[in-house]
T-cell receptor, first 114, second 115 residues
Framework: AQSVTQLGSHVSVSEGALVLLRCNYS??????LFWYVQYPNQGLQLLLK??????LVKGINGFEAEFKKSETSFHLTKPSAHMSDAAEYFC????????????FGQGTELSVKP | ETGVTQTPRHLVMGMTNKKSLKCEQH?????MYWYKQSAKKPLELMFV???????ENNSVPSRFSPECPNSSHLFLHLHTLQPEDSALYLC??????????????FGPGTRLLVL
């Protein structure tokens, strides 16, 4: 069955430090992969999405993610964290065997320390 | 209004009440979704509508009843809920109806508390 695992329910970094949020998926066919961000008291907002082609995907707010098929991973990174990056981040997968619907990971809460 | 809007933003109801959640999308999309977001759990897909026809019902209890009168509006009717139904209810929409790889656009959610 298709699934998404986000390693670490909570990640804390200092302002200016590298942000790395991990996501692994299980899929029997090439998937479409997403990262969404949820700020407090708001809905989910798309950060970036991988469909086909270039495996390094750039998104909004300086975030990027790399699709690594051999590792079944789609980790999210940002070189330098800002205080405004504090939020919850969700990885999601969409694949044909599941009717294309989005399957979400459990989320990772990112805290940024001054 | 732009994007996906939801009303009310907050709702407190007793277990015997009947209430409705409303979602409206201003994006010209053809598919709409209801999700439940509980603390410490992944988002749970509840219902999916494609061109106003329900195409998914993920074993949701009958005390939740969706309605999609047109492609821009989606309702979730609530009746005799339980305290464990307290959660954030998110509405989303997407342009296409194939679902595969479709970006979903989310509303801000309705925070529901059942007493």
């Amino acid at each position: 069955a298709q699934s998404v695992t986000q390693l670490g329910s909570h990640v804390s970094v200092s302002e200016g430090a590298l942000v790395l949020l991990r996501c692994n998926y299980s899929s029997s066919v090439p998937p479409y992969l997403f990262w969404y961000v949820q700020y407090p008291n708001q809905g989910l907002q798309l950060l970036l999405k991988y469909t086909t082609g270039a495996t390094l995907v750039k998104g909004i707010n300086g975030f990027e993610a790399e699709f690594k098929k051999s590792e079944t991973s789609f980790h999210l990174t940002k070189p330098s964290a800002h205080m405004s990056d504090a939020a919850e981040y969700f990885c999601a997968v969409s694949e044909g065997n599941q009717g294309g619907k989005l399957i979400f990971g459990q989320g990772t809460e990112l805290s940024v320390k001054p | 209004e732009t994007g996906v809007t939801q009303t009310p933003r907050h709702l407190v109801m007793g277990m015997t009440n009947k209430k409705s959640l409303k979602c409206e999308q201003h994006l010209g999309h053809n598919a709409m979704y209801w999700y439940k977001q509980s603390a410490k759990k992944p988002l749970e897909l509840m219902f999916v509508y494609s061109l106003e026809e329900r195409v998914e019902n993920n074993s949701v209890p009958s005390r939740f009843s969706p309605e999609c009168p047109n492609s821009s509006h989606l309702f979730l009717h609530l009746h005799t809920l339980q305290p464990e139904d307290s959660a954030l209810y998110l509405c989303a929409s997407s342009l296409g109806t194939s679902f595969l790889g479709e970006t979903q656009y989310f509303g801000p959610g309705t925070r529901l508390l059942v007493l």
